[in-house]
Structures are given as C-alpha cells and as structure tokens.
C-alpha cells in the first residue's frame, strides 16, 4: 500500500480525487484518516479536528447516500421519554438534542398523558410533494395547459406516466398554479414508507416529458419551482399539508394538571389563547401556532434519520386547549400538524445508530404487509411527541417555571 504522504501527492497531483479517497483506499476510514490530515493543515488551528471522531464508523452505509468528503462524525446526546402511551400502544420516544430539559420536560408531558389514559391520533392525509414550473409562449397558452391538467382525460394521462416510474408512487392529485406564462404544478403522491422527494421527482420528470410531447411549445424551467414547497416556510404547506398530515389529542383529568403539570386548567387556556393563537397571530405567524414543535420534530428527526432541514415544514402545529368535563376541570388538547415529512427507509435511515431509534419505536425498514404504515406510525408519534411537549412547556408557562427549570438544567 502507498503511504499516506504518497496518497497526498496524489492527490495533490490531481492523479486521485480527494473526493475518491474512501473507495480507492483498502478501507474506508483510511480514506477518511487521509482527508483530514489534508485538511488539518489548512486550517486556522489545525488541531481542530481532534476531537471530532472518526475511527469506528461504518462509512459503507454513507458513500453514495448520506454524505461527501467526510472528515468524521458528531456523536449528539440521545435520551428517551416515554412511555407515551398512544391508540392503545406504548412507545420510547428516541430524542437526539443538546437543549436542556426538553426530554425532561417532554417525559413530564408523557406521564400526564398515560395518567389520562392515553391520547388518540389519526393520519388525515398522505402524500409527498414537487411543484415544477413551465413556461408556455403566452399566457392563454398557459392557461389551455392548465385547463388540460385539470380535466378527467389530462389527469389520468398524466397519473399513467407518473405512476409507471415507481412500484409505491402513486399520484393523487394536482394543484395548479398560474403566473403570466408560467405554470406552477404541484403533483401531490404517496411514496410508500420511504419520505419519497426522489420518488417523486422521478414521476414528475417522466410526467412533464408527457406533458411536452402533448404541448410542445412548453418548456420546462425547473423540476421544482418551489411550489412543492421543502426546506422553506410556506402557507402553501400549512393549507394543503405535504407528507402525513396527523392529529392527536387528549384529555387531561384536573387531578393531573395540578399535581403532574402544577398549574391549573384555567391558567394553561389563558395561556394557550394569548400565546400561540394570539401571539402566533400578533406575529404573522404561518403555521406557528404552537409552543415549541419544532424542538420535538427536529429531536426525533436527528435520532430517528431524517432530514433536519425538513424541521421547518413538519414542525406547522397548532396547539389548541379548552376547558373539558362537567364543570370544565378538566383539559382537552390537540396538536393538528398538515406537513410532516418523514420516512423510515432510505437517506439517513440506512445508518445502523438511526436505524436502532427507528427499531425503538417498531417502524424501522418498510411495512411489509401494509406499505407506508411505518412512516404513517413515525408521524402519529412524532405528532403525539409534540402533544406532550406542548402540555409540559405550556404547563412552565402558566406556572411560571420556565426560567428556573432552564437556568438549572442548561
């Protein structure tokens, strides 16, 4: 074997692409070792990636999947809360974070809801999203284009050349959007288990080559015009959902809010008004009407696989409280969340760490008898998750703990 002085001239040289380095080494991690002496010495203190850890990885299950040019990994803290006791199951709920007391906190909402006797949930809708834009020679031509799409003979054409790219793609609907000469086509699919943005990209390339050869004259500007949307904050998300749209709720006996929460019924109402409906409101908020959702999605994202920019999407909630039982003691509360996107297989979810919190909760892989119900599961608990967080935070809040608990544990 060459020395890793002689690798570096290599490459150096350009006879070998750093980027090559993994699979032109005997092992793997000799071609990461490599790449970090190259770059140590390029940086401000090169001792930097000292404690940045590499040894003891199985970088075969990232080459060509999760990640390129890879110097190492960053080991996150995963707790667990739980039980979370929901539609008669009970799940540990993996939660990979660096912010103190939100597993806590999250473990506190959990015991409420087992005291209440469980929450329920249900999926409302189930379907992954991309939204190309066209351009047509005119306006009216873009209309016609439009006018097509939307009959009964331009849909099942076009569903015929999606559908025929993937074996669990499977296209529902389209929603289309007009500007000038441009078309906006959002393709609403189910994607089986898998979070489906390569799935459907493949299905929209083959219906958009369908679509030219009925209008020629169209001409494709992009695979995704942004009105899919991903990655971005969009009211388009919050109103027609994108991935599982979920809700979850549950009912909180006033014995449990006082002593579990340490507030009362009344005070987390109030709370919940003024803050995440009228604050969220007051803010011009798009699908920010909750406490902190995004600190339960981003969580069980990192642990569970899937991809943390989608936190900004998946992360659209609103919190709703009121007053329950005969005199109202008691507390009722739902978390309606339209666009989580999730997976279990594929992406980050072929990594054997993020594949062990998925086998945690009993939906890691691809559902074998029926196709997307882990990842329909992953999203009901994701959603009932966030359900106990909200209890828990909105309980701070009312009690007045919120800064003593932080200042303690952060």
């Keep these: 074997f060459l020395s890793d002085a002689e690798v570096m001239l290599l490459v150096a040289s350009r006879h070998i692409p750093a980027y090559k380095l993994e699979a032109l080494m005997e092992t793997p991690e000799r071609g990461v070792a490599i790449r970090r002496q190259m770059i140590s010495s390029k940086l401000p203190c090169p001792s930097a990636l000292a404690s940045l850890p590499y040894v003891g990885y199985d970088y075969s299950k990232v080459i060509g999947t999760c990640c390129e040019n890879v110097i190492g990994y960053v080991p996150v803290p995963v707790g667990v809360a739980g039980p979370l006791h929901l539609d008669g199951k009970q799940f540990q709920v993996p939660m990979a974070t660096t912010e103190g007391c939100l597993v806590a906190s ?34 009216c031509s873009a209309a016609e284009v439009r006018a097509w799409l939307e009959s009964t003979d331009g849909f099942q054409a076009v569903k015929e050349a ?5 074996r669990f793609a499977r296209l529902q609907r389209l929603l289309v959007g007009l500007a000038g000469r441009n078309l906006y086509i959002r393709f609403h699919a189910t994607t089986g288990d898998a979070m489906g943005m390569n799935m459907i990209s493949k299905g929209t390339e083959q219906a958009l080559g369908l679509l030219q050869q009925h209008f020629p004259e169209l ?55 003024q803050k995440n409906l009228v604050g969220s409101a007051m803010a011009g908020s798009i699908g920010g009407f909750n406490a902190h959702a995004a600190n339960l999605v981003a969580a069980i994202y990192i642990a569970c696989g899937q991809d943390p920019a989608q936190a900004v999407g998946s992360s659209n909630c609103i919190t709703l409280m009121e007053p329950s039982g005969p005199m109202g003691e008691d507390l009722y509360i739902s978390c309606t969340m339209p666009s989580i996107e999730l997976g279990t297989v594929g992406g980050g979810t072929n990594l054997p760490p993020q594949q062990a919190c998925l086998q945690m909760l009993g939906v890691q892989g691809a559902s074998q008898d029926h196709p997307g119900e882990n990842a329909r599961q992953l999203a009901r608990v994701v959603c009932a998750t966030v359900l106990a967080g909200e209890l828990s935070l909105m309980s701070a809040l009312a009690a007045g703990h919120l800064v003593k608990s932080h200042m303690t544990h952060n």
Excluded at 116 to 127: E, T
Excluded at 223 to 244: H, L, Q
Excluded at 247 to 253: F, L, M, N, R, S
């Design 106 to 139: 999250t473990n506190r909402g959990c015991r409420a809801i087992a005291l209440a006797g469980g929450a329920s949930s249900r999926i409302l809708a189930d379907s992954m999203t991309r939204g190309p834009v066209v351009r047509l020679p005119s306006a």
């Design 219 to 273: 001409q494709v500007v992009a695979v995704s015009g942004n009105f899919c949307t991903d990655k971005k904050p969009a009211a388009i998300n919050w109103i027609e959902g994108r991935g599982k749209s979920a809700v979850c709720e549950a009912t909180i006996p006033s014995k449990v809010v006082q002593e579990v929460l340490k507030t009362t019924t009344a005070a987390l109402v109030e709370v919940n008004i």
């Design 162 to 166: 999606f559908d025929n790219t993937s």
